[in-house]
């Protein structure tokens, strides 16, 4: 079975905002899927060419949105996470739990790059977990980018407020081989 990658908000948008989802679809075709909570937070009156883009790719089939229906196991978790936690446990944002919850249930690979926020539900739930970078590098090692176009694809994330954990692509490459 090949699994479905569940996309938060902040992980898609690195793509998107730099006009590089095409190295999404080359590398996890006919398996990206966005939670609804994360449709609805690109959906943003400010940022209406992202949801354009969205719903051109669900109408070619390059992506698929998935809605988390009441009442069942999705829904307990995305409620546990993001609606009403336990006490004590700090509440997360919609669409991280949303793709938390879609990715548990059906065994997915949750791709975030909000590391302080999903970290202990990825090892809770024992879930497969992406990164932009982790991302960049498989399109590397597939040869769809080489280094240098990789180092200008991290720098235009930059330039447009990703938050990423390196200044550079090739100093990420470092740091994993470290």
């Known amino acids: 079975m090949i699994n479905k990658l569940f996309f938060d ?13 095409r190295i999404l679809f080359k590398l996890y075709p006919e398996r990206i899927v966005l939670p609804s ?8 009156p400010s940022i209406r060419h992202l949801k354009h883009r969205i719903d051109q790719l669900c109408l070619s089939g390059e992506l698929s949105i998935k809605e988390i229906l009441l009442n ?18 700090k509440r ?4 991280e739990a949303a793709a938390i919850a879609l990715a548990k249930t059906y065994n997915g690979v949750l791709a975030s790059n909000n590391l302080k926020d999903i970290s202990g539900y990825v090892k809770k739930y024992k879930l ?13 090692q597939a040869g769809y980018i080489d280094e240098t176009t990789g180092n200008q694809i991290w720098r235009n994330m930059i330039a447009r407020k990703r938050t990423l954990p390196t200044k550079s692509f090739a100093d990420y490459l ?5």
Not at 37 to 44: A, G, K, P, S
Not at 92 to 95: N, R, V
Request: aromatic fraction near 8%; proline fraction near 3%; charge should be negative.
């Open 174 to 178: 470092k740091s994993i081989d470290s």
């Open 72 to 89: 069942t196991e999705e829904y307990r978790l995305y409620h546990g996470l993001a609606i009403a936690p336990p006490m004590g446990v």
């Open 37 to 44: 909570q994360v449709y609805i937070e690109l959906c943003n």
């Open 9 to 21: 908000n902040d992980c898609i948008s690195s793509f998107l905002w730099v006009n590089e989802e």
């Open 92 to 95: 997360i944002g919609k669409g």
């Open 128 to 140: 497969k977990h992406v990164t932009t970078g982790e991302i960049l590098v498989a399109a590397l």
